[in-house]
């Protein structure tokens, strides 16, 4: 889970502990409802979160046995054929690139190179037996490729199963933060008259506030613009908080 999801789910997980322990009504009645869908949300970020780490685990796995089925039909089979035929075709390089396997850089390349290798070997066998490989080397790289795509195709299905469970954790944050602007709107004014239970929910509330500023931010911002007679003005801009703040922009700053 990355680190903004994970501090969304911690913040979400305290605003519920605050409201059910507080149970606060508002002028729009009571926050029961609006307190139980926020702990719904929760539980299932919590699934989710469950889940993305399950999901997470066995792409990594897979992927180191991509690695290693790789390694091996590279390192084990196709070098050592490629090597043997650099010598068997001393007088014939044209042949003998056609087995090079030193620029299979992706995992796609040392397929094709290898589907490649199986379909010309059949035509020199007897002289790879010669150089000691075994009779049935087509067969064996034959099936080691079949076993380096099928583990391509099973950490690719792990790959897409990752990104479903992070895809329901973002969604069920976003719900989350929704809820919070609208119980955030409601309770604010509810806590006015009491600092200590107000500093506190602000501080649950805080991503909540932040990112609302940040959107604000990039919406409405105004471009800064220097005076007609070149001196600073003053223009209203909006930092992390409740209000907005008064930032001096200089003719210099706008030339920059």
Do not use: C
């Amino acid at each position: 889970m990355q680190l903004r999801t994970k501090q969304g789910l911690q913040t979400l997980r305290r605003a519920y502990a605050f409201l059910v322990t507080h149970r606060f009504q508002v002028a729009a009645g009571d926050m029961a409802t609006h307190t139980q869908m926020l702990g719904e949300i929760v539980q299932r970020l919590e699934e989710h979160a469950k889940n993305q780490d399950v999901r997470q685990r066995l792409f990594r796995a897979e992927t180191a046995v991509k690695r290693v089925r790789a390694a091996v039909l590279r390192q084990e089979f196709l070098r050592p054929i490629s090597i043997a035929a650099q010598t068997m075709f001393k007088d014939d390089p044209a042949v003998g690139k056609a087995y090079d396997v030193r620029k299979t850089r992706s995992d796609e390349d040392l397929m094709q190179v290898a589907d490649g290798v199986v379909a010309r070997i059949g035509a020199h066998a007897t002289k790879f037996v010669e150089k000691g490989l075994v009779p049935d080397i087509e067969q064996r790289v034959r099936d080691a490729v079949g076993q380096m795509r099928e583990a391509l195709v099973t950490r690719d299905l792990a790959k897409s199963a990752t990104v479903k469970a992070t895809a329901g954790l973002l969604d069920e944050v976003g719900r989350g933060r929704e809820l919070m602007r609208l119980i955030n709107t409601m309770l604010v004014p509810r806590l006015a008259n009491d600092p200590a239970q107000l500093a506190e929910w602000r501080s649950i509330a805080r991503f909540v506030r932040r990112q609302a500023v940040e959107r604000e931010e990039k919406t409405s911002a105004v471009p800064a613009e220097a005076a007609p007679d070149g001196s600073s003005r003053s223009v209203p801009t909006l930092v992390p908080g409740d209000g907005a703040v008064t930032r001096t922009i200089h003719s210099d700053d706008v030339a920059a």
